[in-house]
C-alpha cells in the first residue's frame, strides 16, 4: 500500500512540473536557418513523388507507391506491403510465433480479420496510410473481404491519392496543393 501511495505522489510531482509555466527558454541554443527532411517517404506523403506509370498493356499495373498483396498457403496467410522501388517493406504472416499462439487455426476467418488488425496496426506505426489494393475478394462476406474490413478499421486506405502534376499556366482548372492547408 506504501509503494503505491509513493507511485501516486510522484506522479503528481511529475505532472505538476511538466504543466508548470515556468520554463525558461535557452538563449544560447543555436538553430538552424533551413531544415533537411531526411525522410525517404515524404514526398510520397505530399503526393509529389515520382510514381511509375508503367505500359498500358501491362495487366495489374505499375501506378502505385504502396500496394497490399495477400497470399494465402497450404497452412498460414502472408499479407505484406510491397514498395515499388524497395520491394517488401512490411509483413505479417500467421506462422509468425506472436500471432500463431493466439489463434485456433490459422487459416481461418478469425485469422484473416486478426490479420488484418495487425498489418494495420504495423501500417500506422511505419506512417503508412493510404496503400493501394488490386485485391478484389471472391464472396462479399468471405475470408478476404473481412481481411480487408479490418484493414480499413484500423484507419488504412486502400486506394492510393494521384500523383499531383504541375498545372500548366493555360490550365483552366488548377487543382489544390497538397502541402498547403486552407483550414
Known sequence: ?????????????VTFRCLSNNV???KQANLADTFINRN???LERMRIAYKPDGYHIDKPGKSYWHKLELKASNKYVT???NHFENGEVLKACTSEWCIK?????????TAYINLG??????CLQTGLTELRCDIHPPNEDGKVALFLKALEEAGVKLQEPPQYK???PWDLHRPEKPWEVTE
Open 79 to 81: 499479407a505484406f506491403v
Open 101 to 109: 499462439k493466439q489463434l485456433y487455426k490459422s487459416k481461418d476467418t
Open 40 to 42: 525517404p517517404r515524404n
Open 117 to 122: 488488425r495487425i498489418l494495420g496496426y504495423r
Open 24 to 26: 525558461k527558454p535557452n
Open 1 to 13: 500500500m506504501q509503494v503505491v501511495r509513493n507511485c501516486t505522489n510522484s506522479l503528481k510531482a
Open 166 to 168: 504541375t498545372p500548366y
